[in-house]
C-alpha cells in the first residue's frame, strides 16, 4: 500500500531563515505534488513534479524530486511571515492520490 | 479563486440520514475528485470521475458514491451517516488530457457535522 510521510509535521522558523520539509514515499511513482492550505481554506496546488530530477521554483520556495530514493523536498528560503500555512506533498498513484499528513509551518518574526 | 465551487459550505446531520453534496468544476475539465479531510489529517481520496465514469476509488465503503453530470458538475452521495463520516468534504477538477500530472483545482469545500 502506497504510504507518504512528511517531517517534520510542526515546524516553527525565524523569519529570515531556510529550511526544508521532506516528503517520503513508499513505492514507484514519478508524480509528486505539492499544495498549501491556509487555516479554514481550501488546497491551493503549488508545484507539480513529474520526472526523477525535477526541480521547480516560486518565490522563496523550490521543491524537488527524486524518484530513486522516492523522497521529494520542499525549500524555504529566507522565510517570511506570509508563508505561514501547512504543506502538504501528494503522490498520485493509478488515479488515487495520497496525501500526507502536512507539516503546519509557523513563520515568526 | 479556483473556479470550483461547492454548496452548501455547511451541513449538519444526524447519524443515519443521508447527504448530497455539490460540486461545479472548472470550465473546460473533464475530470472531477473528491477527497475527506478530518480535523488536522490530510485529503484523503475518495474517488474521481472522468467523462461521467467513475475512474479510480480510495478505500471508502459502498454508501460513499458519486454522480457526474454532462456539463462535468458532479455529486458525493454518502448514506447512512456515521460521527466519523464528520469533516471537510473537498472535491477537485482538472483537465485529464491523457499524459498525466494534471493540475488539479480544490473548492472551498463542505463542512459537514454528524451529530
Known amino acids: 500500500e502506497l504510504k507518504v510521510e512528511q517531517n517534520p509535521l510542526f515546524l516553527s522558523m525565524q523569519e529570515g531563515k531556510n529550511y526544508t520539509i521532506y516528503c517520503n514515499y513508499s513505492t514507484t511513482s514519478d508524480r509528486l505534488y505539492w499544495y498549501r492550505q491556509d487555516p479554514g481554506k481550501s488546497l491551493e496546488s503549488l508545484f507539480v513534479?513529474?520526472?526523477?530530477?525535477a526541480v521547480k521554483q516560486e518565490g522563496r520556495l523550490m521543491a524537488s524530486l527524486d524518484t530513486k530514493a522516492r523522497l521529494s523536498t520542499l525549500h524555504i528560503t529566507a522565510a517570511v511571515h506570509d508563508l505561514s500555512a501547512t504543506y502538504f506533498c501528494?503522490?498520485?498513484?493509478?488515479?488515487?492520490?495520497?496525501f500526507g499528513a502536512g507539516t503546519r509551518l509557523t513563520v515568526k518574526p | 479563486e479556483t473556479g470550483v465551487t461547492q454548496s452548501p459550505t455547511h451541513l449538519i446531520k444526524t447519524r443515519g440520514q443521508q447527504v448530497t453534496l455539490r460540486c461545479s468544476s472548472q470550465?473546460?475539465?473533464?475530470?472531477v475528485s473528491w477527497y475527506q479531510q478530518a480535523l488536522g489529517q490530510g485529503p484523503q481520496f475518495i474517488f474521481q470521475y472522468y467523462r461521467e465514469e467513475e475512474n479510480g476509488r480510495g478505500n471508502f465503503p459502498p454508501r460513499f458514491s458519486g454522480l457526474q453530470f454532462p456539463n462535468y458538475s458532479s455529486e458525493l452521495n454518502v448514506n447512512a451517516l456515521e460521527l466519523d463520516d464528520s469533516a471537510l468534504y473537498l472535491c477537485?477538477?482538472?483537465?485529464?488530457?491523457?499524459?498525466?500530472?494534471?493540475?488539479?483545482?480544490f473548492g472551498s469545500g463542505t463542512q459537514l457535522s454528524v451529530l
Open positions: 513534479l513529474l520526472s526523477n530530477g
Open positions: 477537485a477538477s482538472s483537465l485529464d488530457l491523457g499524459g498525466g500530472g494534471e493540475k488539479l483545482f
Open positions: 470550465s473546460g475539465h473533464n475530470t
Open positions: 501528494a503522490v498520485d498513484m493509478d488515479n488515487d492520490m495520497r
